[in-house]
């Protein structure tokens, strides 16, 4: 069955520093797709980045970079320069191909940045 | 721009009443989904419809039901209001079910179940 982990529930970073999240999954599937969330504490999800399992390349936003180790089933994102309104749960949620288009998240990582 | 709109950020309801959720998207997307948020278990999807008057089941259907009589509107009801449905309750919609779109969110509405 198909499964997402994060397993730090809560991370600090010192401003302007770089920070990863961790996130690993499961699938039987070729063919799929990784997105990570970022959720401030007024609640609304706002999507950051997206991974596909045929991408050669690893997807860059700005700031944010995803760390897609395919053999080792992992998805990490990167914060380069963390800024304090990075400060917020961030979410790390797969699609596999067959599925109609639902998501299946993790469990979470609040990120705390520090001034 | 787009934009998901919930009917309430915040909703107080007794035990064993009906409770309706609505949710609408104006990116003619034929996706919609609900999912309910609960602290350390992330988001868990309940239901999902890819096209009007259909809908799926999620991981934890139970307790809900959907509708979905017009594209742009997806509702979740609580046809029992129990206090384990307290939660805050997140709804999506995204492009299709060809391509690996991103799902759009909704502010959520936070449900007390007293």
């Known amino acids: 069955a198909q499964k997402i982990t994060q397993t730090q529930p809560g991370m600090f970073v010192q401003e302007k520093e770089a920070v990863t999240l961790d996130c690993t999954y499961d699938t039987s599937d070729q063919s799929y797709g990784l997105f990570w969330y970022k959720q401030p504490s007024s609640g609304e999800m706002i999507f950051l980045i997206y991974?596909?399992?045929?991408?050669?390349q690893n997807a860059t936003e700005g700031r944010y970079s995803l760390n897609f180790q395919k053999a080792r089933k992992s998805a990490n994102l990167v914060i380069s320069a963390s800024q304090l309104g990075d400060s917020a749960m961030y979410f790390c949620a797969m699609r596999e191909g067959t599925r109609g288009g639902k998501l299946i998240f993790g469990q979470g990582t609040e990120l705390s940045v520090k001034p | 721009d787009v934009k998901v709109t919930q009917s309430s950020r915040y909703l107080v309801k007794r035990t064993g009443e009906k409770v309706f959720l609505e949710c609408v998207q104006d990116?003619?997307?034929?996706?919609m989904f609900w999912y309910r948020q609960d602290p350390g278990l992330g988001l868990r999807l309940i239901y999902f419809?890819?096209?009007?008057?259909?809908?799926e089941k999620g991981d934890i259907p139970e307790g809900y039901s959907v509708s979905r009589e017009k594209k742009e509107r997806f509702s979740l009801i609580l046809e029992s209001a129990s206090t384990n449905q307290t939660s805050m309750y997140l709804c999506?919609?995204?492009?299709?079910?060809?391509?690996?779109?991103?799902?759009?969110f909704g502010p959520g509405t936070r449900l007390t179940v007293t």
């Open positions: 990116m003619d997307h034929e996706n």
């Open positions: 999506a919609s995204s492009l299709d079910s060809r391509g690996f779109y991103e799902q759009y």
């Open positions: 991974q596909g399992s045929y991408d050669e």
């Open positions: 419809s890819y096209d009007v008057k259909m809908k």
